[in-house]
């Protein structure tokens, strides 16, 4: 009979917060599913066959820790909410007799229940879902598919395992909570007294600071290298900034409204501002977590599915035709000319149409006015990081012949091409070189010769000359590169498996010995096939594109539910004021005007907040993008554009649903 | 001239399945004169809060009539409802219901806002409000941060700001320890003396002892009535305290 209690209690604990509880199981089941599918496609023996399974399955084993970290704290920090609002069930269980043991036998079998409820629900969803998961995945991975239908014990197990701590760790800190305080504190908890905020103006200027700064960083960075280095570093000023700006700053701000007495005490403003402000300090940190969810979630989205979609285009960018073999060469003398190229490929049964070659010689160097600076290392850092650009010397005859041109150059003249920066000089002088006059500058190049770094394609009329003059004119030892180069491209007009054997032939063809000849004395080759190249970039950018996906929808249910029991506290809490409010004498539509601006107001904020972070972000993942040979920015603007409308749409949806469960909260105080 | 009249006031309560019925008020009849100070008194239960509910428009009685200067309040739709109260009525209540996310200041405003008046006319009438009810120097304070007595005082200062033409007042000194009661009381007394129709519902024979005319309500019904007329306080209040006696034993009518 009592050992039955408790159950019981348990139970009835849980209908009767039904509100509060559904959510809460529905958001662990998500995480509990969203980590089974993650952990079984880490596991699942469908991706072996694909290149790179290896790389993949360590991508998703990492993904299954991120997700694992994210749904301990996001849980503890929702079971808080939760706890919350069971404290006066609680203190009037210790009045009645029940003393804290007893008590924490009730939370044991309600945590007990909830955690079989959502860890069994999840995994059934995940066991579920795992098989589409795994057809998209290799769909998207253009692999072959298996159509067994596997359980995986070994995701069950890992499931049971970190859910259970993290249950367990839910339990104690219950408990805990419990424990040190009173019966009447346990009672009164709801309505408790409340401090009006006090906005603190240092805390608010240091996270305005640190946003500005971050935004800076993102807006001015050039290369995609230190892109790549001060993304995280951004990235943590903007997580830390919107938390200050959104507990201090939106305190200071909303007082500053108040100040202007001809704003405020106006009907549609007088409540809501004075709500918002006095909010904002507690449910800052929840606007703050919405808002920096909503980021990652437009920045993962837009740039994995860039990634994913651009995937043609980058791989056209990189490998120019289908097959494509480069030489490295210590002189420009030994480089082999077109015809002895073609002659050899001929004479050996390889097909080559289209063809592009070209001869290019590449360095760093410093841009001083119209002075290039070859010791970049004498440079600062802050001068490299404005002014280092890498520099390739082409001839004109091959620029003419690639890109079918007619340019005609004197001996002292240049073309110059730039990419991801700028050259406004009239001449440009390499010391113990000599001086070319800019005759004008290109505004297209050979697709795959510019790289992600800011480059200067110098066009001139002798190749051979210019790059010996620059190769004696400085001793580039180890530490400074220079390296000289013939690309070659071509065609072949066969399909993919046609285009990989004339491939492995190719390989095979340079490092035969006699055939070694035609090419040049070279130290350093590379043969690559766009069919097989592409085959990797859809491993690597389908599993970015499939793992963007999965932490998207394990961020939007953190988000959701965060909204949600935002809504619900709120409404809790206004339940009385909208009361006292209608006694006063504010109709119903008015309350109804005022409370919707006002939720208005806080609900958008976190979007207008993201969308902000996003706009900014855009130029410095740009460049990230680009050290992944994308340099489709328009495509990353419109994936951009259409995830931050698609989250706006979604968000509304939520904040429509969730406001009428606030308005049947507070409604149902009045009548 | 009568600012309030209540005819064959009937409230009646049925179960959500019409099974039984309770009634809180039957014919309530009483009319109130400009000026008047009127205590209303009952046991708990008594349906004294129903009255104060109805006259309030907040509720809807099941038979009868009010009238506030003339104005059915019966026939008010909800929305002309709430801004006929915000303009005709202020409201004193037990728990003060004062809004924690305002300071006191912006309490007070809260009706005048409501009805769009601006900030200097609403300071201009706060501050002799404010200087009579003793709380000039506490306007910047949240709620939290002051004594019962104050917020009450508060509530009193937002129930006049409107210049209302009746006051209702519930149990005003429910929640106030003696001292603060009798500080409230003299305020209303004060407030009164000034030309303002107060009415208050009350239980505490102290609190209605301070009034110009007593009435009782046992079952529903306006049952008797006192007049103040030349008595002290200390008067009126044995007699108040003689009728409840009455009251409680069912010794006068018979």
Redesign the interface.
């Known amino acids: 009979m009592k050992a039955q209690l408790y159950p019981r209690l348990a139970v009835r604990g849980i209908k009767n917060n039904k509100r509060v509880f559904v959510p809460f199981i529905l958001t662990c089941a998500g995480m509990v599913m969203m980590f089974y599918i993650i952990v079984y496609l880490a596991v699942s023996p469908a991706l072996d066959g694909i290149i790179g399974a290896e790389t993949l399955k360590q991508m998703f084993a990492l993904g299954s820790w991120v997700i694992a970290v994210f749904s301990a704290v996001f849980l503890f920090y929702t079971h808080v909410f939760l706890i919350r609002r069971r404290k006066k069930e609680f203190g009037l269980y210790n009045i009645l007799g029940m003393d804290k043991h007893n008590i924490a036998k009730v939370l044991l079998w309600e945590t007990l229940f909830t955690a079989i409820v959502s860890v069994s629900a999840g995994l059934a969803a995940g066991i579920a879902l795992s098989k589409f998961a795994e057809l998209g995945m290799v769909n998207i991975m253009r692999g072959k598919v298996s159509f067994s239908f596997i359980v995986s014990p070994l995701a069950i197990l890992r499931c049971v395992q970190i859910f259970g701590i993290i249950f367990v760790l839910l339990y104690l800190n219950s408990v805990r909570q419990i424990r040190f305080s009173s019966a009447i504190t346990l009672l009164r908890s709801e309505s408790a007294g409340e401090k009006p905020p006090k906005g603190n103006f240092f805390a608010g200027t240091l996270g305005l600071l640190l946003l500005t700064a971050a935004y800076i960083i993102a807006v001015k960075i050039k290369d995609p290298v230190s892109a790549l280095a001060m993304f995280f570093v951004a990235v943590l000023m903007v997580i830390v900034g919107t938390y200050l700006v959104f507990i201090s700053g939106s305190v200071f701000f909303c007082r500053l409204l108040k100040k202007n007495k001809s704003y405020y005490y106006k009907p549609n403003h007088f409540v809501s501002v004075s709500s918002m402000s006095y909010r904002m300090k507690r449910n800052g940190a929840g606007l703050a977590s919405i808002s920096i969810l909503a980021t990652m979630v437009l920045v993962i989205v837009s740039s994995t599915t860039c990634m994913y979609f651009g995937e043609e285009s980058a791989v056209n960018a990189r490998y120019p035709r289908e097959i494509n073999v480069y030489f490295n060469y210590d002189s420009p003398n030994s480089i082999p000319d077109l015809d002895t190229i073609n002659n050899c490929l001929s004479e050996n049964g390889i097909p080559a149409e289209n063809t592009v070659y070209y001869r290019n010689a590449s360095f760093y160097g410093i841009v001083r006015g119209s002075t290039v600076d070859l010791r970049t290392d004498r440079a600062s850092a802050s001068e490299a990081s404005s002014s280092m650009r890498l520099f390739n010397i082409v001839s004109v005859d091959d620029i003419n012949r690639a890109l079918g041109t007619g340019e005609t150059l004197a001996a002292d003249e240049a073309l110059v091409y730039t990419d991801e920066c700028s050259l406004d000089v009239e001449e440009l002088s390499i010391p113990q070189v000599g001086t070319f006059r800019i005759k004008k500058q290109l505004d297209r190049f050979i697709e795959g010769i510019s790289g992600t770094l800011p480059t200067i394609i110098l066009v001139v009329p002798d190749f051979t000359a210019t790059v010996d003059a620059i190769s004696h004119s400085f001793d580039f030892d180890e530490d400074f590169m220079f390296l000289i180069r013939l690309n070659y491209g071509f065609d072949t007009g066969r399909g993919v498996d046609g285009q990989t054997s004339l491939y492995r032939k190719m390989f095979l063809l340079v490092q035969e010995e006699n055939v070694k000849e035609s090419f040049g004395r070279y130290n350093g080759y590379s043969v690559s096939a766009r069919e097989v190249e592409r085959e990797d970039f859809y491993a690597v950018f389908g599993t970015l594109f499939y793992l963007g996906i999965i932490l998207s929808i394990v961020f939007v249910l953190a988000a959701v539910l965060i909204i949600y029991y935002k809504q619900i506290s709120e409404g809790y809490e206004d339940e009385r004021r909208f009361e006292i409010m209608q006694k006063v004498g504010m109709t119903e539509r008015e309350i109804r005007k005022s409370i919707n601006s006002q939720l208005l107001t806080v609900f958008f904020l976190p979007l207008a907040f993201a969308v902000m972070h996003v706009s900014f972000a855009f130029p410095m993942i740009r460049k990230l993008l680009l050290l992944l040979s994308l340099n489709n920015s328009s495509l990353f603007a419109v994936t951009t554009g259409i995830s931050a409308v698609a989250f706006a749409v979604f968000y509304a949806v939520v904040y429509k649903l969730t406001s009428s469960v606030y308005f049947k909260i507070v409604r149902g105080a009045s009548q | 001239m009568s600012i309030l009249e209540v005819k064959g006031l009937e409230k009646v309560y049925v179960s959500r399945f019409g099974g039984s019925r309770a009634e809180a008020l039957k014919n309530v009849n009483f009319s109130v004169e400009a000026g008047e100070y009127v205590a209303i008194m009952g046991e708990s239960g008594s349906g004294k809060t129903t009255l104060l509910n109805i006259i309030?428009a907040?509720d809807k009685p099941t038979q009868g009539e009010v009238f506030l200067d003339g104005q059915n309040m019966n026939a008010l739709k909800?929305?002309s409802a709430?801004?006929f109260?915000?303009?005709n009525?202020g409201?004193v209540?037990q728990e003060f219901?004062?809004?924690?996310?305002?300071t006191i200041e912006?309490n007070i405003?809260?009706?005048l806002?409501?009805a769009?008046k601006?900030?200097k006319e609403?300071s201009g009438r706060l501050k002799p409000i404010a200087a009579q009810l003793g709380i000039s120097d506490i306007l910047k304070k949240?709620p939290?941060e002051v004594s019962g007595g104050q917020k009450q005082r508060a509530a009193a200062a937002?129930a006049m700001i409107t210049m209302p033409k009746l006051i209702l007042a519930d149990e005003p000194t429910g929640a106030l320890d003696s001292r603060s009661s009798d500080e409230l009381l003299h305020l209303f007394a004060q407030i009164n003396a000034s030309g303002q129709t107060i009415i208050m519902v009350t239980h505490s024979v102290k609190a209605a002892s301070t009034a110009g005319r007593v009435l009782f309500i046992k079952d529903g019904e306006v049952f008797h009535q006192i007049y103040r007329g030349n008595d002290t306080d200390e008067q009126l209040f044995e007699k108040i305290s003689d009728t409840l006696t009455m009251l409680a034993t069912g010794g006068m009518r018979k």
């Open positions: 309030a907040l909800e929305s709430a801004t109260r915000r303009n009525l409201f209540f219901n004062l809004l924690d996310t305002f912006d405003y809260l009706p806002v409501l769009g601006s900030f609403m949240y939290y937002r």
